[in-house]
């Protein structure tokens, strides 16, 4: 069973511009009135399963609108990095052949673009610079505010996005496709994972949704994530899954509105790095965590980018305080995503599950299980620096 103290303090995601972001992952695809590209017009941005083409290379400093069309196979995310992978805007869950818009105020500086079809990973990146004057640096109270409040954001997109995705799980369960609801639990999952901190916070409700068989009794029936999992993969049914699947809608619907009322602080986000950390090495890297499906890397790999999501919200206050830390963080955890990397499938491949960028969690060798451990521990140690460093006078 999760840990109470791990419910609470496991708290983690990436930095994004507030104002940016919640224009750029609403369901609104229209250009914000405010916003222009190049040419006063929509900056085009083609995501492919191989490549990532922006239409500019080069644009002014100031308020940017980014036309996603995804023409990859499969469901993909958009990013724009700062240096350090910090996140200026993002845009996520974009469907093949769909288009969604991505709003994003750029300061004179240089920038990469990230295309992720299957949402995971590095992602295939575009370089972009930006002219103009360079905005003043922030004060080291200013860079961690502009952590919290853009964390807050992008937590609210995830949660979005997981009752977004959510529906969709359901409404392959209540149509009786079943091969539909398998694909898409994976994609419910990976972001379910990104939050998974903020959801263990409330106590009552997260069991409700990601409790495991292990914690369940005669008088806590067995629901959530992983019964109707444990349906769907190991009985290879929807018989039984309806009731399920009504409840998880409304406790996702629940859990949405209460991270609305979760109070961040850099402390908060940095414990629940850590905390997201030690969640991957105890219950990922065992493969307890999707017995029935074996999709345990994509639950890792949404717990890997909550933890990296936090360093890099907190990384310009982190470089001004202790430069060290920053260096040796910005070298493992391209490591760490690499180690992941080398599990990703396509259809067709050994271990390949519908739905899920990675294989099967039973096709790594048992090598290639301690090599991510090994990588899990030795990022483990820094991630818990941070802690001490952004509360230090």
Do not use: W
Not at 311 to 318: D, G, H, V
């Amino acid at each position: 069973m999760k840990s109470p103290v791990g419910r609470v303090m496991r708290l983690a995601c990436p930095v994004v511009v507030a104002a940016t972001l919640a224009a750029a992952c609403s369901s609104d695809n229209s250009t914000d009135a405010g916003s222009s590209g190049a040419g006063g017009g929509p900056i085009a941005v083609n995501a492919g399963d191989k490549d990532c083409k922006v239409a500019s290379a080069e644009l002014p400093a100031g308020r940017h609108t980014f036309e996603v069309t995804n023409t990859a196979s499969q469901v993909t995310e958009v990013y724009v990095y700062a240096d350090g992978d910090r996140i200026m805007g993002e845009v996520e869950n974009v469907g093949p052949s769909t288009k969604r818009n991505l709003i994003v105020d750029l300061p004179a500086g240089r920038y990469q673009v990230a295309c992720k079809p299957g949402m995971v990973g590095d992602g295939i990146r575009t370089a972009l610079t930006v002219t103009g004057e360079a905005a003043p640096p922030q004060t080291l109270d200013q860079n961690l505010q502009t952590a919290v409040t853009s964390y807050k954001t992008y937590v609210g997109s995830e949660t979005q996005a997981l009752v977004d995705t959510t529906a969709g799980f359901v409404e392959a369960i209540n149509s009786g496709d079943l091969a539909k609801a398998k694909e898409a639990y994976p994609n419910v999952r990976l972001h379910y994972e990104r939050i998974e901190p903020i959801a263990e916070s409330f106590g009552d409700l997260d069991p409700l949704i990601d409790m495991r068989i292990d914690d369940a009794t005669p008088d806590t029936p067995f629901v959530g994530f992983h019964a109707i999992e444990q349906k769907l993969f190991e009985g290879n049914t929807l018989d039984g899954t309806q009731p399920l699947a009504t409840a998880l809608t409304t406790n996702v619907g629940k859990l949405n509105e209460l991270i609305k009322t979760v109070e961040l602080t850099p402390l908060v986000m940095a414990n629940g790095a850590k905390s997201l950390l030690d969640e991957v090495a105890a219950s990922k890297v065992t493969g307890e965590e999707e017995r029935y499906s074996r999709i345990d890397l994509v639950d890792f790999a949404g717990n890997v980018d909550g933890a990296k999501y936090v360093y890099s919200a907190l990384r310009p206050a982190l470089q001004e305080k202790d430069p060290e830390l920053v260096a040796t963080l910005d070298k493992r955890f391209p490591v760490l995503v690499s180690l992941l990397d080398k599990h990703l499938a396509k259809p067709g491949d050994s271990g390949y599950i519908p739905g899920s960028p990675y294989i099967s969690y039973d096709s790594l060798t048992q090598d290639e299980v301690k090599a991510l451990a090994v990588e899990v521990d030795a990022i483990s140690e820094p991630i818990g620096q941070i802690a001490g460093v952004v509360t230090s006078k």
